[in-house]
């Protein structure tokens, strides 16, 4: 079965500094990886994904992320946290299935202070 | 915004009771998903169509559960006789057909408190 760690359940960082959240999975075969946001009162939504290809994918408002493969991880980043990515951020995984049946970590509750 | 819907967005029962949650996808959408949410966990999944077929159902989906897409449009998700372990967020999602590169859209989900 797969399972996703997330290692940082609450992270503060100030304005400008640097993002490293980590995410690793346990699944042998190939899978998909996905990172979730959900901003304070608002529904999850898809802050970037990897299929296949190059393994630094880039999503939307600057994060990235790095699949390792033989790290099973799966980090993401953002080289310059603002106030408005105070959220919580989910790492997921799917098998190559055909539909999205993610399995998800727990969470990390990120809050930026000004 | 189209974006998905979900009724109601609260729901409080008691112990025993039926309970039917509501999900409109994003029109045009053929899949649709069901996940539940509990406090301080990642969000697990309990189903999926694709229009009206239910084509996976975990086994977190007890015999108390039952889930229908008529008509491959809104969804209905239905618990029997709740228990309090019920209580949790219920997510509903919706994608369109894709290829390899499958994105689910969520909608803000029901908070269902079991009392």
């Known amino acids: 079965a797969q399972s996703v760690s997330q290692h940082n359940h609450h992270v503060i960082l100030s304005e400008a500094a640097s993002l490293e959240l980590g995410c690793n999975y346990s699944y042998g075969g190939t899978v998909n990886l996905f990172w979730y946001v959900q901003y304070p009162g608002q529904h999850l939504q898809l802050l970037l994904k990897y299929f296949s290809g190059d393994p630094l994918v880039k999503g939307i408002k600057g994060f990235e992320a790095e699949f390792i493969k033989s790290k099973f991880s799966f980090n993401l980043r953002k080289p310059s946290v603002q106030w408005s990515d105070t959220a919580e951020y989910f790492c997921?995984?799917?098998?190559?299935?055909?539909?999205?049946?993610?399995?998800f970590g727990t969470g990390t509750r990120l809050l930026v202070s000004p | 915004d189209t974006g998905v819907s979900q009724d109601p967005r609260h729901k409080i029962t008691k112990r025993g009771q039926n309970v039917t949650f509501r999900c409109d996808p994003i029109s045009e959408h053929n899949r649709l998903y069901w996940y539940r949410q509990t406090l301080g966990q990642g969000p697990e999944f309990l189903t999926y169509f694709q229009n009206e077929a239910q084509l996976e159902k975990s086994r977190l989906l007890s015999d108390r559960f039952s889930a229908e897409r008529p008509k491959g449009s809104f969804s209905t998700l239905e618990i029997q006789r709740t228990e309090q372990g019920d209580s949790a967020m219920y997510l509903c999602?919706?994608?369109?057909?894709?290829?390899?590169?499958?994105?689910?859209?969520f909608g803000s989900g029901t908070q269902l408190s079991v009392l």
């Open positions: 999602a919706s994608s369109p057909r894709t290829g390899t590169s499958e994105k689910l859209f």
């Open positions: 997921a995984v799917n098998a190559d299935t055909g539909f999205q049946k993610l399995v």
